[in-house]
């Protein structure tokens, strides 16, 4: 017989060959600039993950961005942002923009730059010379002091909460204007200058006060800046009816260690803030509260961090057919979803999410299925009926073997299963079924699938950084990236027919 590899059918010739490594080495496909790009600005964290370092993270992300045209990059920073919830990415691209293109600097600062801790990682980033400049610059500079004059007394404040640098920092290098004596007065408090006792903001002035005397009410200053003193119950009682959503959220054992739950009615003060998140709560930070909380948590909190999960999850599409759900629950899902970083590492892995996606799909699609895989399909049956929390830890607890995406693919071909809509959940650092030569097996396998069911879809859930894909881009295939809830409403729309692939969704995005 003749090579077999080297006269393939004609079939398997016209699968897409492979023209790229992951971490892993195994054969993959690159995506394009543009797609390479939309990944990395919706799932990298500039940190340390299993296969690579940040400082890896952040060249690999700096190449995307010079290989696409700047109109996209600012796209791109929008979407992450406002879509995808991220963070460090988007501040990277804005910053990347003060160089690449002046003009879209200014829009792309004003959508993006929204919170005191964008403006520092902001400045952080400009001044660390890694997008060609080491200093703030004219423009970013009057970019900056304009946030700062046009920022509620709030917001400064929620600024002023951490370093590196710190918002006394930045008033240094732009040196803005005080519109009034308030503010001039709340800028010399701030950086160690003089200033006018008596035109201090009334918050600051009411927390200098109760330096003085820790008896007097609790000034209207962020908590970070009160738990520095020692409280009482009812001091921290209070804290907790008054602190941000997310601070509640992290910090319910803290309260519970102080007593806050024993104050008369602060347990159902809690409990009704918990129930209604603030807008852009992701559902993995619910979910991480739920396995957080400590048996010092009264039960109506976590039902009601039950409530807001279940609520979170408005976006999750009903999709029509037959559905089918892989969560990947490998070893290397068992990492940090956001990277590894020293004194800020989050307690969600990648395997967490992974599993949120699969519950709360088979919640809203209840006759889907769901295909845990490794080296292979993970057989486990789950409740459709169950709380989201329940099903979510039964799938992270399994796993943990070497990464085989094409599992499930083969699983359904062997079964000769119908099949409408496949949704994929991994880092892609598939390896255990690589090839040699031609498609990766995920592709191979897909091709039979689609062949059985010409109607079928693909949706790729890449939530890692690491910029290649085990299936290559084809009508019915989408490799869409994140771990905010706009995944959902991508996977409806690709579902639904009205979105092609994630370069063209970046592209809706106004600047």
């Known amino acids: 017989m003749a090579n077999k590899g080297l006269f393939a059918s004609a079939v398997a010739r016209l699968l897409p060959r492979t023209d790229t490594v992951n971490r892993e080495g195994a054969a993959a496909y690159a995506y394009g600039p543009e797609a390479k790009l939309a990944q990395l600005a919706a799932t990298g964290t500039l940190a340390d993950s299993v296969y690579a370092g940040a400082d890896t993270h952040l060249v690999e992300a700096l190449t995307a961005t010079r290989a696409c045209d700047p109109a996209f990059v600012a796209r791109a920073a929008v979407y992450a942002r406002r879509s995808g919830a991220m963070k460090d990415m988007p501040a990277l691209l804005a910053a990347y923009l003060t160089v690449a293109d002046r003009d879209l600097a200014v829009p792309v600062f004003g959508r993006v730059i929204d919170t005191g801790r964008m403006l520092r990682s902001y400045v952080q980033i400009l001044r660390s010379g890694q997008v060609g400049r080491t200093s703030l610059g004219s423009r970013p500079k009057r970019l900056v002091t304009q946030w700062l004059e046009g920022a509620s007394m709030r917001d400064l404040m929620a600024a002023a909460t951490g370093n590196d640098p710190s918002l006394a920092d930045i008033v240094r290098m732009v040196h803005p204007k005080p519109a009034d004596a308030s503010r001039r007065a709340f800028y010399g ?225 062997r079964e000769g299963a119908k099949v409408d809509l496949v949704v994929i959940v991994s880092d892609n650092e598939s390896w255990v079924d690589a090839t040699r030569y031609g498609a990766t097996a995920t592709m191979r396998e897909w091709d039979r699938l689609k062949r059985r069911n010409p109607n079928a879809r693909l949706v790729c859930v890449d939530i890692q950084p690491h910029g290649t894909t085990q299936a290559a881009g084809r009508p019915e295939i989408l490799n869409v990236g994140g771990f905010s809830d706009a995944v959902f409403d991508t996977i409806a729309r690709f579902a639904g027919g009205e979105v092609r692939d994630w370069v063209e969704l970046v592209n809706e995005t106004e600047v």
């Open 189 to 413: 408090w701030l950086i160690g200058k003089p200033y006018d006792l008596t035109a201090l903001p009334v918050e600051i002035s009411a927390f200098e006060a109760w330096k003085r005397d820790t008896s007097l009410p609790l000034p209207p200053v962020p908590f970070e800046w009160l738990t520095a003193f020692p409280l009482t119950a009812e001091q921290w009682g209070e804290l907790a009816t008054r602190m941000g959503w997310q601070a509640l959220r992290i910090n319910l054992n803290t309260l519970a260690r102080n007593g806050a739950f024993g104050v008369a009615g602060v347990t159902e003060a809690v409990a009704t803030r918990l129930a209604q998140p603030a807008p852009g709560v992701l559902p993995y930070q619910l979910l991480v509260a739920l396995r957080s909380v400590g048996d010092g948590v009264p039960l109506a909190a976590q039902a009601a961090l039950e409530t807001a999960l279940e609520a979170s999850l408005v976006k999750v599409p009903v999709v029509a057919g037959h559905v089918v759900i892989c969560p990947d629950v490998s070893g290397s899902m068992q990492s940090p979803v956001t990277g590894y970083r020293k004194g800020a590492t989050t307690a969600v892995r990648c395997v967490d999410v992974a599993a949120l996606v699969a519950s709360a799909m088979l919640r809203t699609n209840r006759q889907a299925r769901v295909l845990p895989f490794e080296v292979d399909v993970v057989d486990l049956a789950l409740d459709p009926h169950a709380r989201l929390a329940v099903n979510a830890a039964r799938l992270a607890a399994v796993g943990g073997g070497g990464t085989m995406v094409s599992a499930p693919l083969a699983r359904l071909n």
